[in-house]
């Protein structure tokens, strides 16, 4: 049993000095540790770069960059022209022709009673008689009024023209 503890201790004492080498050589010296920081400090001075020369142009927000494409605009500008030959874009004629039309494309989710009044749902949106909806159609806008709300149906006006439909698309009212 002692000599087990006496080659535990010899090979412990001859361990020792090749510990404290090892951990000593993980330290740079004095020297180099003062050329990392010189070089350190001389990559973090940023004044060469502040001075960039006016003609430089950022690539990440080049000057016509809210530009349209060229092509995208011959492309708009064909697109408008044909739709100007064609009938395909063309206005119903009057407020009533205008009223169906918008109408057809008007569909709430449902009715709502709350104290007494009806309101038209709209997803979240909720309008009474009386509000206003702004419908854009081809880029026009086009503002109706809601003149009724019933049970299973509502009322639209333009421009002096009135409409009733259906809450439920394909029903009459």
Known sequence: MKTL?????????AIMPLLSFAQGADLASAKQRDEAV???????SASEFLNQPETLVSPFAPPDFDEPDPEELL????ASAAARNSNVGAQ???????LEM???????????KMGGQSMLLFGQKKLKVGDGLTITFDRIDYELDITTI????????YQG?????SIKPGKKP
Do not use: Y
Request: no cysteine; glycine share 8%.
């Open 5 to 13: 503890r006496s080659i535990l201790v010899l090979s412990i004492v």
């Open 38 to 44: 010189e070089r350190a400090i001389m990559l973090l």
């Open 75 to 78: 492309a708009l500008q064909a």
């Open 92 to 98: 119903p004629m009057g407020p009533n022709g205008v």
């Open 102 to 112: 918008l109408a057809d494309r008007i569909i709430p989710s449902g009715i709502l």
């Open 150 to 157: 019933g049970d299973t149906h509502f009322t639209l006006r």
């Open 161 to 165: 023209e009135e409409i009733t439909r």
